[in-house]
T-cell receptor
Framework: DTEVTQTPKHLVMGMTNKKSLKCEQH?????MYWYKQKAKKPPELMFV???????INESVPSRFSPECPNSSLLNLHLHALQPEDSALYLC????????????FGQGTRLTVV | AQSVTQLGSHVSVSEGALVLLRCNYS??????LFWYVQYPNQGLQLLLK??????LVKGINGFEAEFKKSETSFHLTKPSAHMSDAAEYFC???????????FGAGTRLFVKA
């Protein structure tokens, strides 16, 4: 199994809503990532988890809250988002060592209204 | 700081023609280099990676890339374009001793029938 599965594929939420994005992998990878991608731009790193511990937070606003419940799962909790947060949110995983290639999920297309 | 430059935000080729997508990196020490492809509304998929084992790297879907230290380049080529190759292509680096993937701005490949 070389897949990273993200749910939901699409999400529309209001600025006062609370929602969560989910990511799952069963490749035994111990590094997991959240990226944000705006249209016609490369992915921007948001968070990195290594061995279920948050190791990198790229100065992301607190309205985005990551969680890594176990080695296979990664969540991104969303609260009080702004319309400019609308984007494709990508989850990825890799072997720890950081020089390894990342395996990406299909992404969640988020629209904030 | 390490950076990646992709020359040409758009490249258009005819079906059956040579594909050449350019990537240059800035580093005195060769980093780990990658090419990823992204189809519309999809995540990123690894095409190939350079890890210093060989300067000519073969990837999936008939793509290959040649690492040229003297030119600090890692251009992506395919001898004969297919309509299904139309996508966004990202060159990426992980600096030696680093941990963060740095993506180029991307090149959109169009394939004309």
């Amino acid at each position: 199994d070389t897949e990273v599965t993200q749910t939901p594929k699409h999400l529309v939420m209001g600025m006062t809503n609370k929602k969560s994005l989910k990511c799952e992998q069963h490749m035994g990878h111990r590094a997991m990532y959240w990226y944000k991608q705006k249209a016609k731009k490369p992915p921007e790193l948001m968070f990195v988890y290594s061995y279920e511990k948050l190791s990198i937070n790229e100065s992301v606003p607190s309205r985005f809250s990551p969680e890594c419940p176990n080695s296979s799962l990664l969540n991104l909790h969303l609260h009080a988002l702004q319309p400019e947060d609308s984007a494709l949110y990508l989850c990825a995983s890799s072997q720890v060592g950081f020089q390894e290639e990342a395996f990406f999920g299909q992404g969640t297309r988020l629209t904030v209204v | 700081a390490q950076s990646v430059t992709q020359l040409g935000s758009h490249v258009s080729v005819s079906e059956g023609a040579l594909v050449l997508l350019r990537c240059n990196y800035s580093s005195s020490v060769p980093p780990y280099l990658f090419w990823y492809v992204q189809y519309p509304n999809q995540g990123l998929q690894l095409l190939l990676k350079y890890t210093s084992a060989a300067t000519l790297v073969k990837g999936i879907n008939g793509f290959e890339a040649e690492f040229k230290k003297s030119e600090t380049s890692f251009h992506l080529t395919k001898p004969s374009a297919h309509m299904s190759d139309a996508a966004e292509y990202f060159c990426a680096v992980i600096p030696t001793g680093g941990f963060k993937t740095i993506f180029g701005a991307g090149t959109r490949l169009f394939v004309k029938a």
